[in-house]
C-alpha cells in the first residue's frame, strides 16, 4: 500500500499542466435539463453557455475563455491557478469558484459587477482588496488564507447585500474582535463562518462599536451629500452638452485659470473691481443665454419625438393595409387548393386555369404591394423634408442665440479692457512719481518695463481672452451644424434602409408564393 501510494503521488507531481483549449472547454459545459441536453452541449454556441466547470483540471493559467460572454457560473477550483486574469469580458457572471488554488492577491475582478457569490477559499490572499465595484455580492467565503488585520474586515460594510461571509482558519480570526467586528460593521449580515448570527451577540457588538458606528452614520451621510452633489453636477454638464452649450458656464473661469499674462494682473488691487463687474455681466449673460438654448434644446427634442410619431405611425398604417392584401390571398390559396382536392375530382383545363387565376393573383399582389410602397415612399419624403424644415429652422435659432451671446461676450471682454488699460496708465504714471508705495518686488518689475507691461501683460491679455470666446462661438456652431446633419442623414439612411428591406421581404414572399403553387 505505501508503495501504491509513493506511485500515485509520485504521478500526481508529473502531470503535465492543462491548458484551456477548446476539447476541454466543450468537455467541462454543464447543461441542466436531462441526459438529452448534456448530450447535445458540445454543439451549444460558446456564447449560450451559462455554465462552465473546469474544476480539478490542473490549470496554471486563465485563458481562451473570451466566447463565452453569457457565461453565469464559473467554476476554477482545485487547480494550480496564481493570478486572477483574463475575466473582463465575464460581465454577466454571477457565481466564481476559485477555491484551492495559489492565488495570493484579489485582482482583475473590476469588470465582474454582477457576482453575487465568490469563493476564494484554500489560497495564499493576505489583504482584502480588488472587490471594491461588486456591489451585488451576497456571499463571500475567504476561508484557509492568510489574512491577519482586523480593520481590513470592516471594508466589507461598503456591500449593501452581503449576508455570508466565511473567513475560518485565517490568522485573523485569533483576533478576540474578529467576530464583533464582522457583526457590528456588516448589517445585513445572517451567516458567518457557516453559522447562523445570534441577534444578542450582534447587539453585543453594536454597543461595544457604538461611536465607531455612529462616526461611520456621519462619515457615511457626507460621503452621500458629496456623491449626490457630484451626481447633479454630471447630470448638469451632461444636459448642457446636449444643448449645445459645453464649457459655457465655466468660460468666464477657464479664461481666467488659462490666461498667464493676467495673472500679473492679480499683483494689484486696482483691477480687481473691472473683473468683479466682467464676472457679473458674464453671469447675468450666461443665465439668459442657458434658459434660451434650453428651449431651444427642448424643442429640437420634442420635433424628433414629433416626427417619430408621424413616422412610425405611417409605417404602421402601411404595415397593416399590407397584412390585409397578404390575408385575403392567403385566403383565395387556401380556397383554390380546396377545389383542387375536391373528391369529385378537378379536369386538367379547370386545374390549369385555377392555377393561372392564382399566380395572376399572386403577381397582382406583388405589384400593388410595391406601389403602396412606392406610394409610401414618397410620404415619407414629405415627412423627412418637413422635419428637415421644422427642425434647421430651430438650428437657425440656436446659431443666433450663440452668436448673440458670444457678441455681449466680446463687447464685455472690450469694455473690462478699456478699464484695465485706464487704471495700467494711471498706475504707471503715479509709479513713475514715486506714489505708489509698498509694493512687492514682483509688483515692481512688472512695473519697471512700461511697454512690456501694457503690451504684454494688458495686450496679451485681451488677446488671449478674445481667442477663448472666439474659438468656444467656433466650437458651438461646428457642433449645431454637425448635429443636425448627423440627425437628417441617420433619419435618410434608416428610411433608405426600410425601403429597400421591405422590397426584398415582397419579392422574397411572392417568390415563396409561386413556388408553393408549384407544389399545388
Given at each position: 500500500?505505501?508503495?501504491?501510494?509513493?506511485?500515485?503521488?509520485?504521478?500526481?507531481?508529473?502531470?503535465?499542466?492543462?491548458?484551456?483549449?477548446?476539447?476541454?472547454?466543450?468537455?467541462?459545459?454543464?447543461?441542466?435539463?436531462?441526459?438529452?441536453?448534456?448530450?447535445?452541449?458540445?454543439?451549444?454556441?460558446?456564447?449560450?453557455?451559462?455554465?462552465?466547470?473546469?474544476?480539478?483540471?490542473?490549470?496554471?493559467?486563465?485563458?481562451?475563455?473570451?466566447?463565452?460572454?453569457?457565461?453565469?457560473?464559473?467554476?476554477?477550483?482545485?487547480?494550480?491557478?496564481?493570478?486572477?486574469?483574463?475575466?473582463?469580458?465575464?460581465?454577466?457572471?454571477?457565481?466564481?469558484?476559485?477555491?484551492?488554488?495559489?492565488?495570493?492577491?484579489?485582482?482583475?475582478?473590476?469588470?465582474?459587477?454582477?457576482?453575487?457569490?465568490?469563493?476564494?477559499?484554500?489560497?495564499?490572499?493576505?489583504?482584502?482588496?480588488g472587490i471594491s465595484t461588486l456591489q451585488d455580492l451576497e456571499i463571500f467565503s475567504c476561508a484557509n488564507n492568510e489574512i491577519s488585520l482586523t480593520e481590513e474586515l470592516q471594508t466589507l460594510?461598503?456591500?449593501?447585500?452581503?449576508?455570508?461571509?466565511?473567513?475560518?482558519?485565517?490568522?485573523?480570526?485569533?483576533?478576540?474582535?474578529?467576530?464583533?467586528?464582522?457583526?457590528?460593521?456588516?448589517?445585513?449580515?445572517?451567516?458567518?463562518?457557516?453559522?447562523?448570527?445570534?441577534?444578542?451577540?450582534?447587539?453585543?457588538?453594536?454597543?461595544?462599536?457604538?461611536?465607531?458606528?455612529?462616526?461611520?452614520?456621519?462619515?457615511?451621510?457626507?460621503?452621500?451629500?458629496?456623491?449626490?452633489?457630484?451626481?447633479?453636477?454630471?447630470?448638469?454638464?451632461?444636459?448642457?452638452?446636449?444643448?449645445?452649450?459645453?464649457?459655457?458656464?465655466?468660460?468666464?473661469?477657464?479664461?481666467?485659470?488659462?490666461?498667464?499674462?493676467?495673472?500679473?494682473?492679480?499683483?494689484?488691487?486696482?483691477?480687481?473691481?473691472?473683473?468683479?463687474?466682467?464676472?457679473?455681466?458674464?453671469?447675468?449673460a450666461w443665465e439668459s443665454f442657458k434658459v434660451n438654448m434650453l428651449d431651444l434644446y427642448h424643442k429640437k427634442q420634442d420635433e424628433k419625438n414629433k416626427f417619430g410619431r408621424n413616422y412610425?405611425?405611417?409605417?404602421?398604417?402601411?404595415?397593416?393595409?399590407?397584412?390585409?392584401?397578404?390575408?385575403?390571398?392567403?385566403?383565395?390559396?387556401?380556397?383554390?387548393?380546396?377545389?383542387?382536392?375536391?373528391?369529385?375530382?378537378?379536369?386538367?383545363?379547370?386545374?390549369?386555369?385555377?392555377?393561372?387565376?392564382?399566380?395572376?393573383?399572386?403577381?397582382?399582389?406583388?405589384?400593388?404591394?410595391?406601389?403602396?410602397?412606392?406610394?409610401?415612399?414618397?410620404?415619407?419624403?414629405?415627412?423627412?423634408?418637413?422635419?428637415?424644415?421644422?427642425?434647421?429652422?430651430?438650428?437657425?435659432?440656436?446659431?443666433?442665440?450663440?452668436?448673440?451671446?458670444?457678441?455681449?461676450?466680446?463687447?464685455?471682454?472690450?469694455?473690462?479692457?478699456?478699464?484695465?488699460?485706464?487704471?495700467?496708465?494711471?498706475?504707471?504714471?503715479?509709479?513713475?512719481?514715486?506714489?505708489?508705495?509698498?509694493?512687492?518686488?514682483?509688483?515692481q518689475q512688472v512695473l519697471a518695463d512700461k511697454d512690456a507691461f501694457m503690451t504684454g501683460v494688458v495686450t496679451g491679455s485681451h488677446e488671449f481672452k478674445i481667442s477663448k470666446i472666439d474659438?468656444?462661438?467656433?466650437?458651438?456652431?461646428?457642433?449645431?451644424?454637425?448635429?443636425?446633419?448627423?440627425?437628417?442623414?441617420?433619419?435618410?439612411?434608416?428610411?433608405?434602409?426600410?425601403?429597400?428591406?421591405?422590397?426584398?421581404?415582397?419579392?422574397?414572399?411572392?417568390?415563396?408564393?409561386?413556388?408553393?403553387?408549384?407544389?399545388?
Open positions: 500500500r505505501s508503495r501504491e501510494g509513493m506511485a500515485n503521488r509520485k504521478a500526481i507531481e508529473v502531470t503535465e499542466p492543462e491548458v484551456i483549449d477548446i476539447p476541454l472547454l466543450e468537455e467541462c459545459i454543464i447543461v441542466t435539463g436531462g441526459e438529452k441536453m448534456a448530450q447535445e452541449s458540445k454543439f451549444l454556441p460558446f456564447k449560450q453557455v451559462g455554465w462552465l466547470k473546469l474544476s480539478f483540471k490542473n490549470i496554471v493559467r486563465i485563458e481562451n475563455l473570451v466566447g463565452f460572454t453569457g457565461l453565469e457560473k464559473l467554476q476554477l477550483d482545485n487547480n494550480h491557478i496564481r493570478r486572477i486574469e483574463n475575466l473582463d469580458h465575464l460581465t454577466n457572471l454571477t457565481w466564481l469558484d476559485l477555491s484551492f488554488n495559489q492565488i495570493s492577491e484579489i485582482q482583475g475582478l473590476d469588470q465582474l459587477t454582477k457576482l453575487t457569490d465568490l469563493c476564494l477559499t484554500h489560497n495564499q490572499i493576505k489583504k482584502l482588496e460594510r461598503i456591500f449593501p447585500k452581503l449576508r455570508v461571509v466565511n473567513f475560518q482558519n485565517n490568522p485573523v480570526c485569533k483576533d478576540p474582535e474578529y467576530q464583533p467586528v464582522l457583526l457590528a460593521f456588516l448589517k445585513h449580515l445572517k451567516y458567518l463562518d457557516f453559522r447562523l448570527v445570534d441577534d444578542d451577540k450582534v447587539a453585543s457588538a453594536k454597543e461595544q462599536y457604538f461611536s465607531d458606528l455612529q462616526q461611520l452614520m456621519i462619515d457615511d451621510a457626507q460621503e452621500a451629500q458629496v456623491k449626490k452633489r457630484e451626481q447633479e453636477i454630471a447630470a448638469t454638464n451632461k444636459l448642457y452638452q446636449q444643448a449645445n452649450m459645453p464649457g459655457v458656464e465655466m468660460l468666464f473661469k477657464t479664461m481666467q485659470a488659462e490666461d498667464m499674462e493676467g495673472e500679473k494682473l492679480k499683483l494689484f488691487p486696482e483691477f480687481q473691481d473691472p473683473l468683479d463687474d466682467f464676472a457679473d455681466d458674464f453671469k447675468d412610425y405611425g405611417a409605417i404602421e398604417a402601411v404595415d397593416q393595409k399590407s397584412k390585409k392584401m397578404i390575408s385575403d390571398h392567403k385566403l383565395l390559396k387556401k380556397r383554390t387548393k380546396q377545389k383542387l382536392e375536391q373528391t369529385c375530382g378537378v379536369s386538367p383545363d379547370e386545374r390549369k386555369e385555377l392555377l393561372a387565376e392564382l399566380r395572376g393573383r399572386t403577381d397582382e399582389l406583388k405589384q400593388h404591394l410595391l406601389e403602396l410602397e412606392m406610394f409610401q415612399v414618397e410620404q415619407y419624403e414629405d415627412l423627412i423634408m418637413q422635419f428637415e424644415d421644422k427642425f434647421g429652422s430651430i438650428r437657425s435659432k440656436t446659431l443666433d442665440e450663440a452668436r448673440v451671446f458670444f457678441e455681449k461676450m466680446r463687447d464685455m471682454q472690450n469694455v473690462y479692457f478699456e478699464k484695465i488699460q485706464e487704471r495700467a496708465r494711471d498706475l504707471l504714471t503715479k509709479y513713475a512719481a514715486g506714489e505708489v508705495l509698498n509694493l512687492a518686488d514682483e509688483a474659438g468656444k462661438d467656433e466650437e458651438i456652431g461646428k457642433r449645431e451644424n454637425a448635429n443636425y446633419t448627423e440627425t437628417v442623414d441617420k433619419i435618410l439612411a434608416e428610411e433608405k434602409e426600410r425601403s429597400r428591406t421591405r422590397t426584398d421581404d415582397v419579392l422574397a414572399m411572392v417568390e415563396f408564393m409561386h413556388r408553393e403553387i408549384d407544389t399545388l
